[in-house]
Nanobody, 124 residues
Framework: LQLVESGGGFVQPGGPLRPPCDAS????????IGWFPQVPGNDREDVAC????????WYTGSVKGRFTMSRDAAKLTVYLLMNDLKPEDTAEYYC??????????????????WGQGTQVTVSS
């Protein structure tokens, strides 16, 4: 059982990316799913979270207005549309399932299944 991220790459500042996270390998229901970028030496942090029952979304302040999380229920896939990318967005981006969703803190700490990550590099 796992998630599969793809669609990362090299992009210039200001450019967009829209990596998908394929959750079709997960047969259990999960309350939420989120995106967790990580740079070497730092912990993974939740930047976007989606509640699976109704599609409600939460974003951390640094990406609010630039990132949009969406889902294709038929394909069991979620997407992270990243606009106006900045060099500080450079990271390995992981998606993970979560046991809770909060409109104030996103996916919380009770995380379940993870993908292998996809590298996003923003540089001129």
């Amino acid at each position: 059982l796992q998630l599969v991220e793809s669609g990362g790459g090299f992009v210039q500042p200001g450019g967009p990316l829209r990596p998908p996270c394929d959750a079709s390998g997960i047969t259990l229901d999960f309350p939420a799913i989120g995106w967790f970028p990580q740079v070497p030496g730092n912990d993974r942090e939740d930047v976007a979270c989606l509640r699976t029952k109704d599609g409600a979304t939460w974003y951390t302040g640094s990406v609010k207005g630039r990132f949009t999380m969406s889902r294709d229920a038929a394909k069991l896939t979620v997407y992270l549309l990243m606009n106006d990318l900045k060099p500080e967005d450079t990271a390995e981006y992981y998606c993970a399932t979560a046991e809770e969703y909060s409109s104030s803190i996103g996916c919380g700490d009770e995380l379940g299944y993870w993908g292998q990550g996809t590298q996003v590099t923003v540089s001129s």
